[in-house]
């Protein structure tokens, strides 16, 4: 639960348009007053019950890669395919076993040690502790073209600058792998700017993958342009951007 200083900040991030990364900041309070009820409801068996299907899956290592994330990859002729999740918060969704070939995940996530600090006091092991990182600053970390596959799911419209993060994920993927973004739209809208909440991904009517604040508005395709091709679509609410690394 947050305290009433807490919910004061979050209120102030509503009405004045701070910088992103003090939005950002105020905002991880509530960020892990979520993460610390939704772990000990959906992460962990209480009283013999079973846990829900989103908690077996994130807890099984035997689970598959998404459908969709193994065509990104299907090209791929390494006997490993390397996987980047990028905030993946304290257990990635992303699948762990791709037929015929073994699956090097990477998750990263800039509350990593916050979250690891709410997997044991609620007695979960993720199969895949997140390292911390910003999403902004992983090109400091990996070496560029190290994975095959580069992955976020709706955690980019969170970061402080999801522009710099999704061209910082085009240069981690190899020439010729995919960076897949999944994020709800326009979430920063729906939610009044609040904390975390500072960006919009949407798409133009000619189909341009869009980032947008209270002040300004990025076209990820422009920004990409001779770098990677961008093909989205919305989907139940939610836009999905495959980008393929030239």
């Known amino acids: 639960m947050l305290n009433l200083f807490a919910k004061a900040l979050l209120r102030l991030s509503k009405h004045i348009d701070l910088p992103h990364r003090w939005s950002w900041r105020i905002g991880i309070l509530d960020e892990l007053a979520f993460w610390d009820g939704h772990i000990a409801r959906s992460y962990r068996s209480v009283n013999g019950m079973a846990l829900s299907e989103e908690g077996r899956f994130r807890t099984d290592p035997g689970t598959p890669l998404q459908e969709e994330l193994q065509t990104l990859v299907a090209h791929v002729e390494d006997p490993v395919v390397k996987i980047l999740d990028v905030g993946s918060g304290p257990l990635t969704r992303v699948g762990k076993t791709i037929p015929g070939k073994l699956v090097e995940l990477t998750a990263t996530d800039p509350l990593a040690q916050a979250y690891m600090r709410l997997c044991r006091k609620h007695g979960v092991t993720p199969l895949v502790p997140p390292l911390k990182y910003d999403a902004e600053e992983l090109t400091l970390h990996f070496p560029p073209e190290t994975f095959h596959l580069a992955c976020a799911n709706n955690c980019l419209d969170h970061a402080y600058d999801p522009p710099k993060a999704i061209s910082g994920m085009v240069e981690l993927v190899k020439p010729g792998c995919h960076v897949y973004l999944r994020h709800e739209v326009n979430v920063a809208d729906g939610a009044g700017f609040v904390g975390m909440h500072q ?44 980008i393929r690394k030239r």
Do not use: Q, T, Y
């Not at 980032?211 to 999905?240: H, P, Q």
């Open 199 to 242: 960006w919009n991904f949407h798409m133009a009517p000619n189909g341009d993958f869009l980032i947008s604040d209270r002040k300004r508005e990025v076209n990820m395709c422009d920004l990409l342009r001779g770098r990677a091709e961008v093909n989205s679509r919305i989907e139940n609410g939610f836009i999905i951007n495959i």
